[in-house]
């Protein structure tokens, strides 16, 4: 994810669907290639897919 | 993926687009207000607004934090990046904004370490891998983006992380939509709210404009079915007489926010007496500055920022277009002085800018219309 192409995801207002590979310690996880604070979405597991935005997931995208 | 390809579905839109011309009333004008840049991106990219009725008008709003950042702030960013110590990071778009005296990329070209960055917490990693320098991160967005820079200062200040600062133009979308209001040269029926702003703070804190102004809102998720469905919702209210808001967006916004969001928010910031908005002037308690408990990583208090202040070029028409008074093709320099590749002002920037989402999108087919 960077924001090259048609579409900054960062500095709109808008989140990505993300999917868990890996949890990681101190509330991260690595969803593809970027790693996500997880703080406002509670314990997460592989699988689990995120609506992420400027490296924080803000919400679940799958109940 | 689950949530996307369902609302892109070709099919269910045209359903969606003839509900909504059943709906409109012939010789009815309606004027509705997409508050978020990403819902304007939406509208152009998937050409949400070609499947509308000629009687339902979209304005773009002000919620495009790129676009809204005067040019004085650039400056005092700029001022901070050339500073020897500093590496100054910020988001891929901001580097092309310019202020009075260039942009940041600019600055970086003249030798300024200015790098871009996909969140803050990569700002505060840049800091960890370098001690000896000093890690600004400018911080832009609304309430979307404020809790990742909040996070992100709990996690240095928990690690005891020393060199890294946030040069802080975090803004809240309330006051500005307020200030919208009032404002007698805008005639609107209604809103498409902005999604994941309320992700964060909820549906509950635009309650005021039915009960205040009298004008529907609808909460709208990104793709293009969400806001035809949105656009539909709020033709319905008006159809029927009703206004209050409503919450297209149901699978992802709370009522009333995300708590822990809340919480780390007001724990970081505090609300600005005033912040300057481009084209909308100096509004109240419309923005966020580090609290007194986090004023160490403050880069307003740990270098000199000059306050610069400088006014619009004459030729832009910014502030009418985020006002929603004028379409982004009726600014003089619209697509011949003012181009994505060289901006003149911040809509033409930032991908969710109503006159890039236009350029980009959008002016062929006003070409077409024009012939």
Known sequence: MSCDGDHCVTCSDEAVPMRVAEVRAGALALCDDTEVMTDLVGAVEPGDVLLVHAGVAIARAEA | ?371
Not at chain 2, 25 to 50: A, F, N, Q, S, W
């Open chain 2, 1 to 371: 993926m689950k949530f996307v390809d369902e609302f892109r579905d070709a099919e269910l839109g045209r359903v969606l687009a003839a509900e909504i011309v059943a709906t409109v009333e012939p010789g009815r004008h309606y004027k509705l207000m997409e508050v978020c840049g990403g819902h304007t991106h939406t509208i152009y990219k998937y050409g949400v607004d070609d499947l509308l009725p000629e009687n339902v008008e979209l304005v773009h709003g002000p919620g495009c934090p790129v676009c809204v950042i005067p040019m004085g702030r650039v400056d005092d960013g700029i001022a901070v990046a050339r500073h020897e110590r500093v590496i100054f990071t910020c988001f891929g778009d901001m580097m092309r904004v310019p202020g009075g005296d260039g942009t940041l990329l600019e600055a970086k070209a003249a030798g300024a370490d200015v790098r871009m960055v996909y969140s803050p917490l990569d700002a505060l990693r840049l800091a960890k891998e370098n001690p000896d320098r000093e890690v600004v991160f400018f911080a832009v967005g609304f309430e979307t983006t404020a809790p990742s820079t909040a996070l992100t200062l709990r996690r240095a200040k928990a690690e005891g992380v020393r060199n890294f600062f946030v040069y802080c133009n975090h803004v809240t979308i309330v006051p500005p939509l307020r200030a919208l209001l009032e404002s007698p040269d805008l005639r609107l029926d209604g809103f498409i709210g902005p999604g994941h702003v309320s992700t964060v703070v909820g549906a509950r804190p635009f309650e005021f404009i039915p009960s205040d102004y009298g004008k529907p809102v609808v909460i709208s998720g990104f793709e293009p079915l969400d806001l035809l469905q949105s656009i539909y919702m709020l033709l319905r209210q008006l159809a029927e007489g009703r206004c209050r808001v409503e919450n297209q967006y149901t699978r992802v916004v709370p009522y009333d926010g995300n708590p822990q969001a809340l919480a780390v928010l007001s724990e970081v910031f505090e609300l600005r007496p005033h912040f300057e908005w481009r084209g909308l002037g100096f509004i109240s308690h419309s923005a966020l500055k580090l609290s007194p408990t986090y004023e160490q990583f403050d880069a307003e208090l740990r270098y000199a920022v000059p306050g610069v202040r400088v006014a619009d070029p004459k030729a832009c028409q910014c502030g009418e277009v985020l006002k929603g008074v004028i379409k982004p093709w009726e600014c003089k320099v619209f697509g011949t002085a003012c181009t994505p590749e060289r901006p003149i002002g911040t809509c033409m920037v930032s991908s969710e800018g109503a006159c890039a989402a236009y350029y980009n999108f959008g002016r062929f087919a006003r070409e077409r219309e024009v012939v």
